[in-house]
């Protein structure tokens, strides 16, 4: 707690004030998190009808790249204290999450195109959440990459959201 007040700037007994131990930090970032997610998905669902699919795409993955500072502490707060949560919940705290980016990014592909089926969008969502993640590492060289792969992932983001939710789909360019 006397390193999360000097971090802040603040007065330890402020900090106590209003979080009574680490345990109520933590859930205070989780939840502070998980709402900024929604809100971040929120605010792309209120543009998805309007947006072609390659400006779906670009939206979608500087998404993850914004909100990646902090996902960044969640993770190292889940990850750096054990005397707070178990393992088991932990793992399920990360599922949640990411089951929240799916149905964002879900919820966003049904928008973008109505006609396009449940389950096929439940798998292009994993897909563009995956490719959001490698969009992160390589901009944070958390990932190997080259000063061009970041726009060659962008392009790549873009013409299989094209592909997929223009009419006809992905059915139409297989053979």
């Not at 670009?58 to 914004?66: A, E, G, H, P």
């Not at 897909?127 to 790549?156: F, I």
């Amino acid at each position: 707690m006397a390193e999360i007040a000097a971090r802040a700037d603040a007065n330890i007994n402020s900090l106590y004030r209003f979080f009574p131990n680490k345990d109520a930090v933590a859930e205070a970032l989780m939840r502070q998190y998980t709402e900024a997610l929604q809100s971040e998905y929120d605010a792309v669902h209120a543009h998805a009808a309007d947006a072609a699919p390659e400006e779906l795409a670009d939206i979608l993955i500087d998404l993850m790249v914004k909100l990646h500072p902090q996902a960044r502490a969640l993770t190292a707060l889940l990850d750096s204290r054990t005397d707070w949560t178990e393992v088991r919940e932990r793992a399920q705290i990360r599922e949640r999450l990411r089951a929240l980016a799916l149905a964002g990014i879900k919820t966003a592909l049904t928008i973008c195109a109505p006609d396009l089926g449940d389950k096929e969008a439940e798998d292009v969502a994993a897909v563009v959440l995956n490719n959001m993640k490698t969009m992160v590492g390589m901009t944070m060289n958390d990932a190997p990459t080259t000063p061009g792969a970041p726009d060659q992932l962008r392009l790549m983001n873009r013409l299989y959201l094209a592909a997929v939710l223009r009419p006809g789909g992905l059915q139409a360019m297989q053979c």
